[in-house]
């Protein structure tokens, strides 16, 4: 090799080196954004720079991001017990649908960072997809004559996964029934009660004087005031509870989210889970309104979300955590139209004490259900705190928070009729689910 | 039949018939009229030793004039001038006819300087002038035992050479102490001596020669220290005298020569003095090169062309010792103020080789070079227009011997336009692309064209290869569907960058376009196959490059490469769907369409490279490093995106 040869290799080397040293600083110091190949589905944004949180292992290829995916959705799969689960694709009998749709995997119809092809709930299949394997469904129900695939999920009938309220059984059971229910009300939390026996005695309830900072800490007596007036306060919660480092005593004056996980470790974990709390289960930086793709009040941007974003300390107060918190940063038509709207009024009658308890309708009684579980042998009441749990697609609401309410016929109409979700639920639904009616009809010819 | 006012040349050697040929040039109409004291046709003058020794024959050596139509030249033999009109413009030859005249060029020449050597008119007493003396010369040349010859110049050396045609036994003799002492320093002269003696030819230097000794036929010569060199042949090359007396008979200015202004002005504003026979500046040359710039000027300027001499750059080349002998512009070191001047040197006698750069403030201005030395008609360009060079340039030249590398002096055609090429006739690189472009194809058609390569020939070689493989097939085939594709290409990558990417389709019902760009083994498929054929298209590179892959020819490789790409261009499509993508996808795709870029622009320059003149056809070597370096980016981003495919 001449001279001039090996000059131009070297030069070709450094022009590489130019390249990759840069890319591999970066890489090393953690940021792959030049890997990023294109903008991330509304439900990954936030932690798209976090990539291991899915790309676990390098190289692990399908599989592995198969687990991540199941990881932090696979609970959720099973709760809303998917209708098309991996176990009715791994039957030998199926094996010919997965030619069209490989089932298996999240993956098959949700891909990530490809924005151009990117649907609602992040399917990235097209719309009509139902059709790869339901072709020939109006053999199976007549009545599914002449509809087009792309009604399938679009309609308000069916969800590829969540199937809880979307089953003839369930719709049967609830057919006929009002607008409004007879006892419309949503049960109360009961975390103090729940609280005292895990306990397993009664605290006594503090006053603003039983305060156990330590002397070095210096007290605003507005603070002892609020949180001598708060539920903590009621539940014998003092100072030094939720301040102090339980191994090095160590006063810690602004305690995150795992120290209110000591006794709110449900709340916290759906926190985490949603988007509101998301980053910070990926160790990021904690979200804030200015990194939302949603319309938020610019004033907020900076706002930095954490436990006591909404539950403002020292007063923890929920009713405020309920409405006035949410409506400090959302500042879309539906959360602005929520004054105007019956529950609002609900909300304020309640408020007023005009209405018995769980008569008002908050944000977070739709957006953050009371769920019921067992706890402490017994029927625990608590929030679910991933806000994101029931949304998309709405009908994962009918289940758990309308049909507190309302009937089912009003509830999947209402959700169908997206000038009412604007207006927030400000009038009668204008649109008309069919399947109620042609469960009923199935129900009557099979009688027959 | 009398021509109106005619120009007359004085004078049949080359300085005189490259006056003829100028004027004839410059101005077909203009009458002339040559007058030639010889009887032979006009000659060329610097190959009478190439006729003794027998390497060329008369007829080679002939530069008839019958190019020129004889109703506007007439050419006068054996017809002296004898005596000049100034007053009338009237000249008086030896035949006593008169001849009026509108200007006039004295290309008299010169005589050998004969010494003032007791004996110097005995039988067997030569000189090496014109034609006739060298027939008389050939024909003693077969009788001649043992010649000496006076002188140990150019003229000198190339005798003594010739005169071994028959093995005779030769010595050369030199009052100074050194050869060529006029053209090269004490070392090239040691060196150029050590290769004389081992051309047994003897050399006597540092002693004149006092006495010619012998009755009526020479048979020895006395030295100054008293020794006699017995020989029967005496040879006198010391050194040349001008031709002045008619100048002088007319009254002009004449000091050792006839004096010329920058004009080539003698002090008659309408005669004219060119060659061996003019001194301008108070200098002779005794070169044939400065005597053809001085025709060239006298010329332009009888023609109404301005045109100013200003000196020349004396070179000479001696070819006899089979090496070449070479030495350009100022090198006598001693003449040289060391404040000013830098001498380098490549001093190699195993080698044979001694090379020597003079710079004045980094401008070259004298070379000396003993020994083959690729580069000499370049350095000589050089040395004439003093150029600048780099510092790497004299790191190399000392450490190889060697200023430009190997490359940049093959090509000829990549030589400065200003580059002399025929040092002789003074003719340009850039005037021989000039003709080769007007469809000249052999070295013979170049010469007739311009004159180059017409005197001593050596630039031959460089005027074979500023013709390269032209003349033979062209270098640029496909010339057609070169442009066709490149406009193509083009097309199709002002689409890619215009368009918008391809729409993914609403329904999974009928055929789906879309799974190119959704099912990853087809995406793996479409993006092998655009690495593969990227890489078969790249080999190209190695053909152009590599002595020991031949495989097809360059232009048919070239065919192959433009019509891949096509395919590629469609891969692309296939693979992106006219999707730039994002952050690095989107780097590789930007790069990727700035080698498609590089390619096209390429693409077109090949496709018109034959209505290129050689000067613009370097340009498609640029197109195509443009082309290369575009695409060095491109490995390591494709690495970096296929890691991240399988990464993540």
């Known amino acids: 090799m001449g001279m001039k040869a090996k000059l131009k290799w070297m030069y070709w080397g450094g022009v590489s080196l130019l390249i990759l040293v840069p890319v591999a600083i970066a890489w090393l110091g953690g940021d792959k954004s030049l890997f990023l190949p294109g903008a991330s589905t509304h439900g990954h944004y936030q932690i798209e720079m976090a990539c291991s949180a899915c790309h676990k292992d390098g190289f692990g290829g399908g599989e592995s991001l198969q687990t991540s995916c199941m990881d932090c959705h696979g609970a959720e799969l099973k709760a809303a017990r998917d209708s098309h689960p991996k176990s009715k694709f791994t039957d030998p009998r199926n094996a010919d649908r997965l030619e069209m749709i490989d089932a298996r995997y999240c993956m098959s119809c949700h891909v990530e960072h490809n924005p151009q092809v990117t649907r609602n709930m992040g399917v990235t299949l097209q719309d009509d997809f139902c059709f790869q394997c339901h072709a020939d469904i109006a053999e199976d129900r007549p009545s599914h004559k002449g509809m087009e695939f792309v009604s399938c999920a679009n309609g308000g009938c069916h969800n590829y996964h969540d199937n809880t309220a979307l089953y003839e059984d369930f719709l049967l059971a609830h057919q006929n029934e009002p607008a409004i229910q007879a006892h419309p009300q949503i049960p109360a939390t009961n975390t103090l009660e729940i609280y005292r026996a895990m306990l397993g005695y009664q605290p006594q309830a503090l006053t603003p004087q039983a305060a156990n900072a330590p002397d070095y800490v210096k007290v605003a007596a507005n603070i002892e005031k609020d949180w001598g007036h708060s539920q903590h306060a009621v539940a014998g919660v003092n100072c030094n509870d939720c301040h102090l480092d339980q191994q090095s005593k160590v006063w810690i004056n602004k305690p995150g989210q795992q120290l209110c996980a000591q006794c709110h470790q449900s709340q916290v974990d759906g926190f985490l889970e949603g988007k509101h709390g998301m980053r910070l289960a990926q160790g990021l930086s904690p979200m804030t309104p200015g990194m939302a793709r949603q319309p938020m009040h610019t004033d907020s941007r900076d706002k930095q979300l954490s436990c006591m974003s909404c539950h403002t300390d020292h007063r923890f107060n929920v009713q405020q955590a309920a409405v006035e918190s949410c409506m400090t940063c959302h500042n879309d038509e539906h959360t602005n139209n929520y004054k105007q709207s019956p529950h609002y009024e609900l909300w304020k009658k309640e408020q007023a004490g005009m209405l018995p308890a769980g008569s008002g309708v908050s944000c977070a009684s739709c957006h953050m259900p009371r769920e019921t579980h067992k706890a402490q042998g017994k029927q625990a009441v608590t929030v679910q705190h991933n806000q994101n749990l029931n949304l998309r697609p709405n009908e994962k609401m009918i289940r758990g928070v309308c049909l507190q309410c309302h009937g089912y016929e009003f509830s999947i109409n209402a959700l169908a009729d997206d000038a009412l979700k604007l207006n927030n639920f400000n009038g009668m639904p204008k649109q008309h689910v069919e399947s109620m009616k042609m469960v009923q009809q199935r129900q009557k010819s099979k009688s027959k | ?289 400065p005597g053809l710039e001085q025709g060239s000027v006298a010329v332009h300027n009888i023609l109404g062309k301005k045109a100013v001499y200003k000196g020349s750059t004396e070179a000479t080349r001696l070819k006899v010792v089979g090496k070449t002998v070479f030495s350009v512009g100022m090198v006598d070191e001693e003449l040289l103020d060391k404040n000013f001047y830098q001498v380098i040197r490549y001093d190699h006698p195993e080698l044979n080789l001694y090379r020597k750069l003079v710079f004045k403030r980094h401008r070259l201005v004298g070379a000396i070079g003993v020994g083959d030395w690729h580069e000499i008609s370049r350095i000589q360009e050089a040395v004439t227009h003093q150029r600048m060079l780099m510092p790497w340039h004299k790191k190399s030249f000392e450490k190889k011997g060697f200023l430009w590398n190997r490359q940049e002096n093959d090509d000829v055609n990549k030589w400065p336009a200003s580059a002399i090429i025929c040092s002789c006739k003074g003719i340009r690189r850039g005037e021989i692309s000039g003709v080769i472009a007007q469809g000249c194809q052999s070295a013979e058609a170049v010469s007739k064209a311009c004159g180059a390569s017409t005197v001593c020939g050596n630039c031959r070689p460089l005027v074979e290869r500023m013709l390269g493989d032209q003349g033979k097939t062209s270098r640029f085939p496909y010339s057609k569907p070169f442009t066709l594709l490149s406009l193509l290409i083009a097309f199709a990558t002002v689409l890619f960058m215009l368009m918008p990417a391809i729409a993914m389709q609403e329904s999974v019902q009928g055929f789906n376009y879309d799974e190119l760009w959704r099912n990853g083994v087809l995406k793996q498929i479409s993006g092998y196959s655009t690495i593969a054929l990227a890489g078969l298209i790249s080999i190209i590179s190695i053909r152009k490059r590599s002595k020991r892959f031949r495989f097809l020819s360059l232009p048919v490789w070239r065919l192959l490469h433009i019509s891949l790409s096509v395919l590629i261009v469609l891969l692309l499509l296939m693979h992106t769907g006219l999707s730039f993508g994002e952050n690095l996808n989107q780097y590789l795709m930007l790069s990727f369409l700035a080698v498609i870029g590089g390619g096209v622009f390429s693409g077109l320059m090949h496709g018109m490279a034959n209505r290129l003149s050689i000067g613009q056809q370097k340009w498609l070597n640029k197109s195509a490093g443009l082309h290369l370096l575009l695409a060095w980016p491109l490995p390591v981003l494709l690495s970096l995106h296929i890691f991240s495919v399988y990464y993540f």
Not at chain 2, 136 to 160: D, F, N
């Open chain 2, 1 to 289: 039949m009398k021509l109106q006012d005619p120009i007359i040349v004085i004078g049949t050697g080359p300085v005189g018939v490259h006056c003829v040929q100028q004027i004839h040039r410059l101005n077909p109409q203009q009458a002339i009229i040559l007058y030639g004291l010889e009887s032979h046709l006009p000659y060329n003058r610097i190959k009478l030793t190439s006729l003794l020794s027998g390497k060329e024959q008369q007829p080679d050596l002939e530069t008839p004039l019958d190019e020129i139509d004889t109703a506007v030249f007439q050419l006068k033999l054996a017809c002296a001038v004898v005596d000049i009109d100034r007053q009338n413009k009237i000249i008086t030859d030896s035949h006593g006819q008169q001849q009026s005249y509108s200007s006039l060029i004295l290309a008299t020449g010169s005589r050998p300087h004969i010494p003032n050597i007791p004996g110097v008119d005995k039988q067997g007493v030569f000189t090496l002038r014109d034609m006739d003396h060298v027939q008389a010369l050939m024909a003693r040349q077969i009788r001649s035992r043992r010649t000496v010859i006076l002188g140990g110049g150019l003229l000198g050396l190339e005798a003594a050479r010739a005169m071994q045609r028959y093995n005779t036994e030769v010595i050369v003799i030199d009052h100074l102490p050194r050869l060529m002492s006029r053209q090269l320093d004490e070392r090239g002269s040691k060196l150029l001596t050590s290769m004389i003696y081992n051309l047994n030819i003897r050399l006597i230097l540092g002693y004149g020669v006092t006495h010619i000794n012998g009755d009526n036929q020479v048979k020895s010569i006395s030295l100054r220290n008293g020794k006699e060199v017995p020989c029967d042949t005496v040879i006198i090359a010391t050194g040349i005298q001008p031709i002045t007396e008619l100048a002088r008979s007319a009254g002009l200015a004449v000091a050792r020569g006839i004096k010329i202004n920058e004009l080539a002005q003698t002090s008659d504003e309408n005669i004219y003095a060119a060659g061996e026979c003019a001194e301008y500046n108070k200098t002779l040359y005794g070169l044939v090169a």
